[in-house]
């Protein structure tokens, strides 16, 4: 368990971009692993965030870039688990959450089981943002968060549809990627990255007063890895299959969800809905 843990009290939901080529150790439990994307670097990397410990609470991070499917096993980590890593500031991404991780130094001190043992971590930074309310401290100028999580007031729907496949730019990143040898001269260990069968989408009113509803893509890593194990169905019964997991149970008001949000680098108005947490 880590030594410091934030049982009360307000986290940093949003804060000043730290500046420096220094590195320091974070302690984090991670919370969001998003389902992989092409890189022209890496082949294709995934959007890793979390909540890293600071004397002073809690606060986010994104740990950016991590090419999950080509790293070593004994590095790998799963959702809530919480662990080390040696990370500085992007200087490549304005956003003030944004790290880079030194992969090598990656520890997994433990996993957290249940979301009640996960509750106090999530606690302090709950409650201190809508998504409405980020939307226009963005709109205005005024400082936001990237990164966030919010309660939706009600959540409407998820509609799932066939993926289009990747784009020709996406299809030419992993191409060439998938042609380069490593150090070694070795040839890559992963294989081509298929695109996902389907894609999701949530709408849902926030609890803004003024809210006239959201429509967020669902970015988690865990849809994929759902419509993978669904391979056997026809598309009418996945899509149902997906549903019944991501909306009907996971959004059932009796949970009380929580939505992980993020926004893109290029397009800070474009949030998605990077994960679902049950708050009860």
Known sequence: MFDMLPLDGEGRSCYPKEHGNQWETAKILIT???????????????CVAGIR??????????????????????????????????????GKDPRSESYIPDRSTITTVEHLDGWKSRHPYLSPLSSQWTMCGILGALREGRPYPSLAVIRPLEVADLKVVRHPGWTAEQAEKLRVNLGQEDLFGAAPKVQLLEAPRFEAKYSYSCEDASCRGHNQGLLDWELVALERR?????????MGELRKKFFEQMCSPSRGPMFFVGNQLKHPLAFSVLGVYRSR
Do not use: C, N
Request: glycine share 4%; net charge neutral; no cysteine.
């Open 230 to 238: 669904l391979k056997h169905l026809d598309d009418v019964a996945a």
């Open 32 to 46: 969001v692993k998003a389902a992989p994307q092409p890189s022209a670097a890496h082949g294709d990397t995934v």
């Open 53 to 90: 410990m600071r004397p002073d609470g809690p606060e986010w991070v994104r740990l950016y870039p991590i090419p999950f499917r080509s790293m070593e096993e004994y590095l790998r980590f799963s959702k809530y688990d919480l662990i080390t890593v040696q990370v500085k500031p992007s």
